[in-house]
């Protein structure tokens, strides 16, 4: 499969930054409760149905597929970036790293209890987000969970949006027709948290976090 040139774009634009990456983001996970009582239950849901293979896509430095491994699951990351995943393999070396596209998985059909993504498709075109959701769809197993998460547009009203990042260009989406798109492959959402933005965020919006199954 031909890589399109927004993922080249992203890997390259990662590989430049990740040092600075990692240490700015070091322990952020402990300073958002909300989103840790939802990995807790997406642990808890993989778990009950088997407790198959999880995979962290867009790991970065690897803190949350650590924070996975430390609440029971069996999980592995994977990213674009191959400076990412140096990182993450030398900060967690008893975990499993690879380098890899969301949109091309090397991972075999329904294997996975867990997939989790984590700000990992913002950077996806809304044209190409469709083919990422059914590679996630595909490595999933009968009833395996779903965690992604996304900033979500200004309105109801509103598809999706773009927005200057960092990094490189990012996206925004309405959680309804982000929702609407993994049914359109094979995940039924189970539930949705939206959290609002702290006065001292440097962007408004609000972050959605969209658990889902396939069915």
């Known amino acids: 499969m031909t890589e399109p040139d927004t993922v080249h774009a992203t890997r390259e634009a990662y590989d430049a930054i990740a040092p600075t990456y990692a240490q700015l983001f070091h322990g952020s996970l402990g300073g958002r409760p909300?989103?840790?009582a939802l990995l807790g239950a997406f642990a808890e849901l993989v778990r009950a149905n088997g407790d198959g293979q999880v995979a962290d896509l867009g790991c970065g430095p690897g803190e949350v597929t650590a924070?996975?491994?430390?609440l029971g699951l069996n999980a592995f990351g994977v990213d674009a970036s191959p400076v990412m995943v140096g990182l993450a393999r030398a900060a967690n070396p008893g975990l499993r790293f690879e380098v890899g596209s969301m949109a091309a998985l090397d991972i075999e059909d329904g294997t996975l209890g867990g997939v989790l993504s984590r700000w990992s498709v913002i950077h996806t075109p809304p044209q190409e987000l469709p083919a990422?959701?059914?590679?996630?769809?595909?490595?999933l197993a009968p009833g395996g969970h779903l965690l992604i998460e996304f900033p979500a547009t200004d309105g109801p009203q509103h598809?999706?949006?773009?927005y200057d990042h960092a990094v490189v260009t990012?996206?925004?989406?309405?959680?309804?027709r982000f929702a609407g798109l993994l049914r359109a492959h094979g995940l039924a959402e189970s539930a949705r948290l939206v959290i609002e933005p702290l006065p001292t965020d440097q962007r408004q919006f609000q972050e959605v976090q969209l658990l889902a199954y396939k069915v």
């Open 132 to 139: 990422v959701l059914a590679e996630i769809a595909r490595v």
């Open 34 to 36: 909300l989103e840790r």
């Open 170 to 176: 990012a996206y925004r989406w309405s959680p309804d």
């Open 159 to 162: 598809g999706t949006q773009a």
């Open 67 to 70: 924070h996975l491994h430390g």
